[in-house]
């Protein structure tokens, strides 16, 4: 087979050896885009839930989900670059399964996502602004699903861009303010970074959930391919962008580590000194402005927000941008590539992902579900994926007819299948407790 490098001007790949660190910051975008579509209140809240219920003891799966995400992500991009085939048409190689359990796994999340997302973002803002009538946190869910549903239907990727680049440093300021006005331990959080520990179950939910959810999380899941959508929509389309790619990349990784534990210190700091467990967004937000007055109130309340209102615009482009290209190959028409490109976002199926998405989970406004409960359960299902999708990208990736010089080591390898062995243990460890408790 005939290498897919060979097929890139050797004056492109030279252009690639000429990155600066000037030019880098100017032309990062995807990594914002994907940092804010991959920590959403399902973030917040699961670091909240494991600070408030273990301190700091569990800051150390961030760190090891920092290296177990970059490397994923990075050789999924790596991937696309050196092949110029979407990661869809990579998984096609391995078997048409691969991408109907892709299909399936989006189609549930991004419910589960936006579910939870929308009842977050209306909660959360409905705490800033209250109206004066009963329904009004549904009110303010309801007008924030309009506004993401127009900017991911008719805005797309480019709006998408533009709009994290200014929310992530508005949160990446607000929590670290939480962050020190909750007045945290720094030895015992220098301890729960890099000494690894389990401790014992405590509070309303078992460690083995939350370390599963952070697992989810933190390490990814099917939502870590709408990296390698977001390069190309940038216009990242050969292996002359690696180098930019890894470092939009690596710095993405390092602001969603420290957003993440910049949030469970927060917790572990205010919320666990009490003994409390949290239920919904209310506790959270609530507990912080009972300790910290106004500014813990406005802060953790934007925050929340913030994050909520960015995970239903990232992961419903990044998704619908998937579904679009897995349905050229799982169809094979000819109306199913007609405009995948630069005008995705006017295919029709990219259109009709967007609009169920956003109509398909309204019912959960009407329902007493708690969002911290199902915040917990779909990251942890989330993170169920990964043992099919890593042997898979182990496989394209180590493939030296397509890969050339640029296949997998050892050392990527490793991490990968240790990935994998982790999120086997947790999921199996979750399916024995759950059926433990009922049945």
């Known amino acids: 087979m005939k290498k897919p490098t060979s097929n890139i001007p050797i004056e492109a790949v030279a252009k690639g050896n000429h990155f600066n660190l000037r030019q880098g910051l100017l032309r990062m975008g995807p990594g914002f885009a994907y940092v804010l579509t991959v920590l959403g209140s399902g973030d917040l809240i699961t670091n909240s839930t494991a600070g408030a219920g273990y301190g700091y003891s569990l800051i150390w799966i961030l760190a090891l989900g920092l290296v177990f995400r970059f490397v994923w992500v990075n050789v999924s991009a790596k991937y696309v670059l050196v092949t110029g085939e979407s990661l869809i048409k990579g998984y096609s190689r391995v078997g048409k399964w691969v991408l109907w359990l892709i299909l399936i796994s989006i189609m549930l999340l991004m419910h589960l996502y936006n579910m939870y997302a929308l009842v977050t973002s209306g909660d959360a803002f409905n705490m800033l602004l209250p109206l004066p009538i009963e329904s009004s946190a549904k009110i303010w869910s309801l007008f924030f699903v309009l506004v993401a549903f127009g900017m991911s239907y008719w805005g797309g990727y480019g709006v998408l861009e533009l709009f994290c680049k200014v929310l992530i440093a508005a949160m990446g300021v607000s929590l670290v303010i939480v962050a020190i006005i909750s007045k945290p331990d720094p030895t015992k959080v220098l301890v729960g970074t890099f000494i690894p520990s389990i401790p014992a179950d405590s509070g309303a939910y078992s460690v083995s959930l939350i370390v599963m959810a952070l697992v ?5 899941s099917v939502m870590n391919i709408t990296y390698t959508y977001f390069i190309h929509e940038k216009g990242w389309t050969n292996i002359s962008y690696l180098k930019q790619q890894r470092f939009d990349l690596i710095f993405g990784s390092i602001c ?8 469970q210190i927060a917790a572990g700091a205010t919320v666990h000194p009490m003994g409390l467990d949290l239920k919904d967004a ?10 910290q007055g106004t500014a813990g109130l406005i802060i953790f309340s934007l925050g929340l927000w913030g994050a909520a209102f960015s995970t239903m615009i990232g992961t419903t482009v990044g998704c619908a941008l998937i579904v679009t290209d897995l349905s050229q190959y799982l169809t094979k028409k000819p109306w199913a590539i007609k405009h995948v490109g630069e005008n995705t976002r006017r295919h029709p199926v990219y259109r009709a992902c967007v609009i169920f998405w956003f109509v398909s989970p309204l019912y959960i406004l009407f329902t007493g579900v708690s969002p911290v409960w199902l915040v917990l359960v779909v990251s942890a299902l989330a993170a169920a994926v990964i043992p099919v999708l890593t042997p898979a990208l ?3 990736t180590s493939d ?4 050339g010089k640029y296949k997998n080591g050892w050392f990527t390898n490793l991490i990968l299948g240790t990935m994998v062995v982790v999120a086997v243990y947790f999921t199996c460890r979750n399916i024995v407790d759950l059926w433990n408790k009922y049945f």
């Open 216 to 220: 989810g999380t933190v390490a990814g």
């Open 256 to 263: 969603l580590f420290l957003m993440s534990s910049l949030c």
């Open 282 to 291: 209310h506790d959270l937000v609530r507990i912080f402005s009972e300790v």
């Open 394 to 396: 182990i496989k394209l």
């Open 400 to 403: 030296k007819n397509l890969m």
